[in-house]
């Protein structure tokens, strides 16, 4: 019965939808004006880390929240468990183990390349920290016996959250608004180095966004 109901919104939905030829005025905004406002040819990027800047502070509090409430359920007493002293492990195949050291940097080049690019193509810090967070779990998952610097983790992603803050207060104070970019150099857009604090944004997400990520990962083998 549920499904039938859900078939009938869902056909009312289709039935109704028109595809829109002109952008509302919010979004025509946001396209046109949006690159000669802060520099950045993403206008995405833009977007999330400028004009709703708020919100994305918020997303970066709860990921933080996610992070300590599993670090607070799956942890593990001194005298607890451990995986290397009490599971046998079977080792991972010679195919994987090569594969692994093949792919890891890649992935982590790549990981910062979205991240210092998010104001120029697709991409960004979310992105760029889940990419990061990737290669993590891929030598996790090849190498269980491996042991993350929990305590390092953590304070590079409470630093990278205490800059974060700080420079969306910059762009109180010197700019127009929390988050308000323009308090540095717009340059040229399309330039690496343009965008005024966009790319700085970008970058701390990105490391405060991979940490955490590395963090719960890392919770969940334990």
């Given at each position: 019965m549920a499904l039938v109901l859900f078939g009938l919104v869902f056909a009312r939905l289709i039935g109704a939808y028109q595809e829109q030829s002109v952008l509302r005025p919010l979004a025509e905004h946001y396209v046109t004006q949006g690159p000669r406002e802060l520099g950045a040819a993403n206008v995405i990027t833009g977007i999330l880390i400028t004009y709703r800047g708020f919100d994305t502070l918020g997303e970066v509090a709860v990921l933080f929240m996610v992070a300590a409430g599993l670090g607070l359920l799956l942890r593990r007493d001194g005298d607890g468990p451990s995986v290397s002293a009490n599971?046998?492990?079977?080792?991972?195949?010679?195919?994987?183990?090569?594969?692994?050291?093949?792919?890891?940097?890649?992935?982590?080049?790549?990981g910062a390349y979205v991240i210092m690019h998010g104001h120029l193509s697709a991409g960004g810090g979310f992105q760029g920290g889940a990419i990061v967070a990737s290669a993590v779990l891929l030598l996790l998952v090849t190498q269980p016996l491996t042991r993350l610097r929990l305590d390092l983790l953590s304070i590079t992603e409470s630093f990278a959250g205490v800059l974060f803050v700080c420079i969306g207060l910059l762009g109180l104070i010197l700019?127009?608004?929390?988050?308000?970019?323009?308090?540095?150099p717009q340059g040229q857009l399309g330039a690496f180095f343009s965008a005024g604090a966009i790319p700085i944004i970008s970058i701390l997400l990105g490391i405060k966004v991979?940490?955490?990520?590395?963090?719960?990962?890392?919770?969940?083998?334990?």
């Open positions: 599971t046998p492990l079977r080792p991972a195949s010679e195919l994987v183990v090569t594969g692994t050291e093949v792919l890891l940097p890649l992935i982590f080049v790549f700019a127009g608004g929390f988050l308000d970019s323009r308090f540095l991979g940490a955490e990520l590395s963090v719960i990962i890392d919770r969940f083998r334990r």
